[in-house]
C-alpha cells in the first residue's frame, strides 16, 4: 500500500523559514516525478512545486519561485519542500502527490497518489 506521510508544518511569523518533508512508503518513487500542492481555506488546491525522478529538475509556481525550494532524497524516498521568506498568504495546507509516470505536472489530476496534508501557518 503506497503511503505519503508530511511533516514538518507549524506556526512561523512572516518573513520566516520551514521546511516540509514527505516520507513515502509501499513503493520506490526514485524515478516518479513528486510534486507538492496546497490548500487555503475557501480556495482550490493549487501547485506549489515539482521535481523529476532523477535528474533532479524542478518547476515552481511563479507564486513561490525564489522563494521555496523543492529537493528529493532518492534514497530515503522522500521530498523536502524547504520554505523562505514565508508570506501570510503562503498559509495553507501542504499536500505532496507523486506521478507513477510521467514529468512533473502543475495540473493535481497528474498525480496518482496523494499525502494527507501538513497545516503551515503564516503570522503577520
Known amino acids: 500500500q503506497v503511503q505519503l506521510v508530511e511533516s514538518g508544518g507549524g506556526l512561523v511569523q512572516a518573513g520566516g523559514s520551514l521546511s516540509l518533508s514527505c516520507a513515502a512508503s509501499g513503493r520506490t518513487f526514485s524515478n516518479s516525478a513528486m510534486g507538492w500542492f496546497r490548500q487555503a481555506p475557501g480556495k482550490v488546491r493549487e501547485f506549489v512545486a515539482a521535481i523529476t525522478g532523477s535528474s533532479g529538475r524542478t518547476l515552481y509556481a511563479d507564486s513561490v519561485k525564489g522563494r521555496f525550494t523543492i529537493s528529493r532524497d532518492n534514497a530515503k524516498n522522500t521530498v523536502f519542500l524547504h520554505m523562505n521568506s514565508l508570506k501570510p498568504e503562503d498559509t495553507a495546507d501542504y499536500y505532496c502527490?507523486?506521478?507513477?509516470?510521467?514529468?512533473?505536472?502543475?495540473?493535481?489530476?497528474?498525480?496518482?497518489?496523494w499525502g494527507q496534508g501538513t497545516q503551515v501557518t503564516v503570522s503577520s
Open positions: 502527490a507523486a506521478r507513477y509516470l510521467g514529468p512533473p505536472s502543475g495540473t493535481k489530476d497528474a498525480y496518482d497518489y
